[in-house]
């Protein structure tokens, strides 16, 4: 029963690791993006479309973390400098109000 959990959970650790994988760097693709369309088979041609496509999009979902955490650092700074003027304000004004 044990081994049954450990194949699961082996099997799902890898999968995760294959789907992290960049598409962009597989070494046929990288040889067929060099290689002029007319010198290409049509299974090679099918395999560079596919893979140009994943490339594509491994990119956009790059582009889009990047963003994501882009704009959390942005807000993050922000709420952080708003903290920090309220708590100068806090201190300040009583001795402003007293002078």
């Given at each position: ?6 194949l699961?959970?082996?099997?799902f ?10 598409p962009?760097?597989d070494?046929?693709y ?12 049509d ?21 889009q973390?990047?963003t994501?955490?882009?704009?959390v650092?942005k ?16 201190f ?5 109000i007293?002078?």
């Amino acid at each position: 029963m044990k081994k049954k959990y450990i194949l699961l959970a082996l099997i799902f650790i890898f999968s995760i690791g294959a789907n992290a994988q960049n598409p962009c760097n597989d070494s046929l693709y990288q040889v067929l993006k060099n290689t002029p369309l007319n010198r290409m088979s049509d299974r090679e041609f099918s395999y560079f479309q596919e893979t140009e496509k994943a490339c594509a999009s491994y990119n956009q979902t790059k582009i889009q973390e990047e963003t994501k955490k882009d704009n959390v650092k942005k807000a993050t700074d922000t709420y952080v400098t708003v903290v920090l003027v309220s708590l100068a304000a806090a201190f300040i004004l009583p001795f402003l109000i007293f002078l």
